[in-house]
């Protein structure tokens, strides 16, 4: 197997950040580049009067996402586990499992480095699982780290 690209998501949290290791560990062991990429997903309006001042408009909310993601990803990205190592930034926007799929494939990646959050019972039947669905629909292997139960909280 030759490993030559990294796939590896991220949603910045402690959590979804724990595959960082994983794919650098990887990449310095094959010489192969890491494709960091990190999803927007489209917001959904809500109906409704709630009482509060208005809201901000989609389109001021997603700008804002996309100002954070532009600060933090560098900060991800171009840390001290990745020092050495060729590591392309990209930000997305879309549903996040099929946006990973998307640039797998557009991107030719050997493999995807995904982080789970590690949800059960109900917790994954509302947010759902996008390392699930990546593995169900990636034409690359996908390798999934999974936080200890003592990094995963209660």
């Given at each position: 197997m030759?490993?030559?690209?990294?796939?590896l998501?991220?949603d910045?949290?402690?959590?979804g950040?724990?595959?960082?290791?994983?794919?650098?560990?990887?990449?310095?062991?094959?010489?192969?580049?890491?494709i960091c990429?990190h999803?927007?997903?489209?917001?959904?309006?809500?109906?409704g009067?709630?009482g509060?001042?208005?809201?901000?408009?989609?389109a001021?909310i997603?700008?804002?996402?996309e100002?954070?993601?532009e600060?933090?990803l560098?900060?991800f990205?171009?840390?001290?586990e990745?020092?050495?190592?060729k590591?392309?930034?990209?930000?997305?926007?879309g549903?996040?499992?099929?946006?990973i799929?998307?640039?797998?494939?557009?991107?030719?990646?050997?493999l995807?480095?995904?982080?789970s959050?590690?949800r059960?019972g109900?917790?994954?039947?509302?947010?759902?699982?996008t390392a699930?669905?990546?593995?169900?629909h990636?034409?690359?292997?996908?390798?999934?780290?999974?936080?200890?139960q003592?990094?995963?909280?209660p």
């Amino acid at each position: 197997m030759q490993i030559r690209s990294i796939l590896l998501p991220t949603d910045f949290s402690e959590c979804g950040n724990y595959a960082l290791s994983y794919a650098t560990s990887l990449a310095r062991r094959f010489g192969a580049s890491i494709i960091c990429v990190h999803v927007i997903e489209p917001m959904v309006t809500t109906v409704g009067y709630s009482g509060m001042t208005e809201p901000l408009p989609i389109a001021d909310i997603t700008d804002q996402l996309e100002d954070s993601a532009e600060r933090e990803l560098p900060k991800f990205a171009e840390g001290e586990e990745c020092v050495g190592l060729k590591v392309e930034q990209l930000i997305v926007h879309g549903e996040a499992a099929s946006e990973i799929v998307r640039v797998a494939k557009d991107r030719k990646v050997d493999l995807i480095v995904i982080s789970s959050h590690g949800r059960t019972g109900l917790g994954r039947i509302l947010f759902g699982s996008t390392a699930e669905a990546v593995v169900r629909h990636a034409s690359c292997p996908v390798l999934v780290v999974k936080p200890s139960q003592e990094e995963q909280g209660p």
